[in-house]
C-alpha cells in the first residue's frame, strides 16, 4: 500500500510534529480510515526518531545559559561608537562641508582640465621636435637585417636521399 498523494506532504509534516489544530485532526481522521497513509506515517516517525539528538544534558544547558546576552555584550564592545554629525561639533562639521563643496567642483573642473589636454590641443614645442625627427623605418631594410635563413634549395639531390633513407631507419 502506499499513501494517497494528496496527503504525503501531511503525512510527513504529521511525523514530525508540525501540525496542529484542525490540520492535525483532520490528518488523524484521514490516518484512522486509510491503511496506506498509516504505514507511511509510521515509517516517517521511525526514521525521524532515528535521527532525533537526545535531550541536552546538565553541561550544554550551562553552557547555552547566558550565551546570547554574552554574544551581543562582546559584539558592542568591539563595535565602535557611532558618531554622528551633531557628535563631530562645530569646526569639523565646517570642515566636512567644505569637503563636501570641494568635492563638487572637482567633479565639475577635472573634466573641462582632461578636455584640454585631449588630442586636438595645441602640442608642447618638445614634443613638436620630438615627432618631426621621426621617420618611419624602411620594412625591407628591417627584413634582411633580420638574416632570415632563405628558402631555396641548398641541398642536392643525393644528400636529400641519405637523409630520408636515414630518417627511415635505412
Known sequence: ????????????????????????????????????????????????????????????????????????????ARRPAARTLRALGTGRRLAVGLLAIAAAAAIVIVPVAVRQRLPGRAAAPAEVAEAERWQEPDLDTLWQDTEVLSLEETASSDQESAALAAYDGG
Open 1 to 76: 500500500m502506499t499513501a494517497c498523494r494528496d496527503q504525503a506532504l501531511a503525512v510527513s509534516l504529521h511525523a514530525a510534529g508540525a501540525l496542529e489544530g484542525a490540520e492535525a485532526a483532520a490528518l488523524e481522521r484521514h490516518l484512522s480510515a486509510c491503511a496506506g497513509c498509516r504505514a507511511e506515517a509510521d515509517r516517517a516517525a521511525a526514521l525521524l526518531s532515528a535521527a532525533r539528538l537526545p535531550p541536552p544534558g546538565e553541561l550544554e544547558l550551562r553552557a547555552l545559559d547566558g550565551l546570547a546576552e554574552s554574544t551581543s555584550a562582546a559584539l558592542a
